[in-house]
C-alpha cells in the first residue's frame, strides 16, 4: 500500500502559462474561425488544419525532448531527465494520434475515404506505435532504473522515424499534401491562413509545456512516495480444547 499523492501545486509560472495559453487559444480560435478564409479547393473541412497541424508539430516536439532527455539520462542517470522524456513522451503519443484522427477526418471529404495506403499515413501509424511502445517497456520489470533505460534506449532510437514522417511527402510519391511547416519548397499560404496557423501552433505549444510541467511535478512525487509494504495479514485465532484431567 502506498500513502494517498497529493496533487501538484499550481505555481505563479504554471498561472502565467495558463493566462498566456488562453489568450493565444482565443487568437488562433478567432483567426482560424472567422478571419482566415476557406480554401478555394478544399472548402471548409481545410479549417481542420489549425488543429491537425499544430497537433503533429507539437508530437514531433515532444519526441525531441525524449531523445535530448533520454541521452542527458544515460549520461548522468539523474532521474529528473527520465521524469522529463516520460512527460514528453507521454503528451507525444497522444499528440500523434490526434494529428492521425484528426487526418482521417479531413481525408473523408477530401479523398473521399477515410483511410488511404499513403506513406504519410504509414510512417505515422509507425512512429504512433514505437512511441507507445516507449511507453510500453517502461513497465517490464520491477527496478525503476532498468526501466528508464530501456526506455531511453527506445526513445533515442525511435526518433529516427520522425524526419522520415515529416519528409515523406518529398521522398515519396503521396496522396498527402506538402509539408504546411518546415516544407523544403517553402511553399506560401495566404496571409490570413499562415497567421491562424501559426498562433494555432503557439497555443498547442505553451498548452503542451503546461501539461507535460504538471506531469513532471507528478511523476516526480511517485518517485518520492515510499513504498509501503502490505501489512502481514493477522493470524486466525486457533481454540482447542483443554484435555481434561
Not at 17 to 46: F, I
Not at 66 to 86: C, K, N, P
Not at 167 to 178: A, G, I, M, N, Y
Not at 212 to 225: N, S
Request: charged share 15%; proline share 7%; hydrophobic share 55%.
Amino acid at each position: 500500500m502506498t500513502a494517498p499523492l497529493h496533487p501538484p501545486r499550481s505555481t505563479p509560472a504554471d498561472r502565467t502559462l495558463t493566462a498566456a495559453t488562453a489568450a493565444a487559444s482565443l487568437v488562433a480560435l478567432v483567426l482560424a474561425l472567422v478571419v482566415a478564409p476557406p480554401d478555394a479547393v478544399q472548402g471548409q473541412a481545410q479549417r481542420l488544419m489549425y488543429v491537425h497541424v499544430p497537433a503533429a508539430w507539437l508530437a514531433y516536439a515532444c519526441f525531441a525532448t525524449v531523445l535530448v532527455a533520454s541521452v542527458a539520462y544515460l549520461l548522468t542517470r539523474d532521474l529528473r531527465w527520465d521524469r522529463r522524456a516520460q512527460a514528453a513522451g507521454e503528451l507525444g503519443v497522444g499528440m500523434t494520434a490526434l494529428a492521425i484522427a484528426l487526418g482521417s477526418i479531413w481525408g473523408r471529404p477530401v479523398w473521399g475515404t477515410w483511410w488511404v495506403w499513403d506513406p504519410r499515413l504509414i510512417t505515422t501509424v509507425v512512429l504512433l506505435l514505437v512511441y507507445a511502445g516507449y511507453l510500453s517497456v517502461r513497465g517490464l520489470g520491477d527496478d525503476r532504473g532498468t526501466g528508464a533505460r530501456r526506455a531511453a534506449a527506445v526513445g533515442i532510437i525511435g526518433f529516427v522515424n520522425v524526419p522520415i514522417v515529416h519528409f515523406s511527402v518529398v521522398w515519396w510519391r503521396t496522396l498527402h499534401q506538402p509539408a504546411t511547416v518546415l516544407s523544403p519548397d517553402q511553399a506560401v499560404l495566404d496571409g490570413r491562413m499562415a497567421a491562424a496557423l501559426l498562433a494555432a501552433v503557439v497555443a498547442f505549444t505553451l498548452a503542451g509545456w503546461l501539461v507535460v510541467r504538471r506531469r513532471i511535478r507528478q511523476l516526480a512525487l511517485l518517485d518520492a512516495e515510499p513504498a509501503v509494504a502490505d501489512p502481514e495479514p493477522a493470524r486466525p485465532l486457533v481454540v482447542t480444547a483443554k484435555p481434561q484431567p
